[in-house]
């Protein structure tokens, strides 16, 4: 049997010894570093950004311009195969890299997911659903998609939003042409209302092979956009979390995708009404999976790892009820309380400066079930 064969470059996997390339030096990528380095795996770090948490557990860095191709080719000569921790790589950049070393996920799957239109409309085509939408690339565009969905609905920039950040609410009262200069006129998609019950996320692994392994599902409360806590397991039905992580392995499938990735969805109805409707896909392990480090057989990071190196991906088993809180700005300052919990699992980021919005760390609660 041949070696699988992803976007074109032949990959036969790696073993313990070899080198990962990662794009970003945040705290994804210092985590998935770190659980590298469990598995014999080192690290290789790309980042424009001279301080980065992820410097301080890798292997070796490189610190230049996404765009600089005589880095990202010494780069790619040092590592076995690329991946990345953020969504918003260049696509140059990517097609670059892919064309000298394998890129997992792949460049199909970063395009995607890139754009918010696009992601849209590749995931209403794979039969599921999504909150109604328009593309939006002018005053008269949003006017005209405004009257269609009604009010409240959601202008979201196509490109590089997250967080809640490249977005607007448009309520009653909400002047247009002041609603499309908060966003910059950039390209755009409104999304029409969704009265939703719960918000919830599937994280899951895809191998080279196909073959796929899902955490159960996690049910997510955001504060100001910003994900606060992780609540597993879910309070849904078994056929609503059966239904969720259907749809996130389809849309795995249709990307082609290795490695870890999350379906941000949402829950409406309730009891026998419940049904699940598809809001965002994020390629690349995810702040809603970090319960996962001490929650789960395999952690998220484990997991891509495997993943991406050609390795049999882990058991996602959960080890009891979890509860993961982001420390967001200042809360990080509660370091010494936490660490005097008993049963808390604190995780620091490494970041120099706490500033308001910032993700500094988060902390893990796991209660053992009853057998």
Known sequence: MSAPVVEGVPFEGLAPGAVLGILGGGQLARMIALAAADLGIASHIFAPEPENPAFDVAAARTVAPYEDE???????????VVTYEFENVPAATAAFLAARKPLHPGAHALAVTQDRLSEKRFVSEQGLTVAPFRAVDSLSDLEDAVA???????????????????QVKILAGTNLAEAFEAIGRAPAVLE??????????????????????????????HRDHILA???IP?????????SAIEAARRIGAALGYVGVFAVEMFIVGEGPSESVVVNEIAPRVHNSGHWTIE????????????AVCG????????????????????????WRELLAEPGAHLHLYGKREARPGRKM???????PEQG
């Open 311 to 334: 390795f049999p991906l882990g058991s996602a088993a959960r080890r009891g009820r979890v509860e993961m809180e982001n420390l967001i700005g200042d809360a990080a300052l509660r």
């Open 192 to 221: 029409g209302f969704v009265s939703f019950a719960r918000e919830v996320s599937v994280v899951a692994a895809r191998g080279t092979d196909g073959s796929f392994a899902a955490f159960d599902l996690c049910e997510n409360e």
């Open 361 to 367: 760390g988060h902390v893990t609660r796991v209660v």
């Open 229 to 231: 806590f992780t609540r």
């Open 70 to 80: 005589a880095a990202l080719a010494r780069f790619a000569d040092a590592v076995d």
């Open 234 to 242: 879910a309070q849904v039905s078994a056929a609503t979390e059966a």
């Open 295 to 306: 929650g789960a057989q395999t952690s998220q990071f484990h997991q891509h790892v495997r």
């Open 148 to 166: 269609a969905l009604g009010r409240p609905c959601v202008l979201k920039t196509r490109r590089f939003g997250y967080d809640g950040k490249g």
